[in-house]
């Protein structure tokens, strides 16, 4: 059964093709442009949604929740950079 979850075509000339389009910006790919592949009405929505997420979770933390978090976070950051 052939695999339906990608779009492309498994013919190697038609993705030959496809390719030289999206090099010479003949097209855009939703795998390369991201606006393409984005609804503008979700995008505002799941902003909208996370502004506010954001301010009420921040606003139930304790002052020591929200230092433990930072703490944590900051701990992440620092270690990535991190030279072994």
């Given at each position: 059964m052939p695999n339906r979850s990608s779009k492309r075509s498994s013919d190697p000339?038609?993705?030959a093709k496809l390719m030289v389009d999206i090099a010479s910006g003949e097209i855009n790919d939703?795998?390369?442009d991201p606006a393409a592949a984005?609804?503008?009405a979700a995008?505002?929505?799941g902003r909208l949604g996370g502004k506010?997420?954001?301010l009420a979770r921040a606003a139930k933390?304790?002052?020591e929740?929200?230092?433990k978090i930072a703490t944590v976070a900051a701990n992440k950051r620092?270690?990535?950079n991190k030279v072994e």
């Open positions: 000339n038609q993705l939703r795998w390369t984005k609804n503008p995008v505002a929505l506010k997420g954001g933390l304790s002052e929740e929200r230092h620092w270690s990535k």
